[in-house]
């Protein structure tokens, strides 16, 4: 398998701490690429030019993380990332709109250097502060097995810290903290952080 990836993108990294997990890592080819300077190979996989994107052994063309990450358990031997149920999938879904938000502004920044006081701005600084509220009001019931709900909150909570160094992000959050803390030897997490 291909993955095209951008080590900053939360969304690249939810996949990559999942291929870990799964034991798919080191059958996977990660190529690091530059989303906005439109690399012919990378647009050839995702007309888009959106990471992440996986192309399997087979030549398909995977374009979403959570489509990957699907993908990923109906081929993987471990436990499923997408197990639960529905409390487990509403959390991974409040911590994926917490990254969400915050990409949001990040590429809101390109284009207006004011975004963050603006409406829009405004609104996605709520949208992570809440969602960190209410994704650690119900963490200690949906952490466990480590799938999707663990992998995208510790996502977001070390996202928003490498993003937003200024904000006491822990604080809103201090339970997915401890948690995050105590995982930071774990493989996934420990090789997956951030950085740019």
């Not at 701005?121 to 949208?127: D, H, N, P």
């Not at 480590?146 to 339970?175: K, M, N, Q, S, V």
């Amino acid at each position: 398998m291909k993955l095209y990836a951008n080590p900053t993108s939360p969304f690249v990294r939810i996949v990559r701490m999942a291929l870990i997990e799964k034991g798919l890592n080191e059958a996977t080819d990660t190529i690091i690429v530059d989303a906005w300077a439109d690399d012919p190979a990378f647009l050839a996989a995702n007309p888009a030019g959106r990471v992440p994107t996986l192309v399997t052994d087979d030549g398909a063309r995977l374009t979403e993380a959570l489509l990957i990450l699907s993908y990923l358990d109906a081929i993987g031997t471990r436990p499923a990332t997408l197990a639960g149920g529905p409390a487990a999938l509403s959390a991974a879904g409040v911590a994926i709109g917490v990254f969400d938000a915050a990409v949001a502004v990040i590429i809101g920044r390109k284009s207006t250097p004011d975004f963050d006081t603006g409406l829009v701005g405004a609104k996605r600084f709520r949208t992570m502060r809440e969602g960190l509220r209410r994704l650690d009001a119900v963490f200690d019931t949906v952490r466990q097995p480590f799938g999707l709900p663990a992998i995208a909150a510790i996502t977001a909570l070390d996202y928003l810290e490498f993003r937003f160094p200024d904000h006491d992000w822990r604080g809103l959050c201090p339970g997915v903290a401890a948690f995050r803390d105590a995982q930071a030897d774990r493989p996934s997490v420990r090789d997956t952080v951030p950085r740019g």
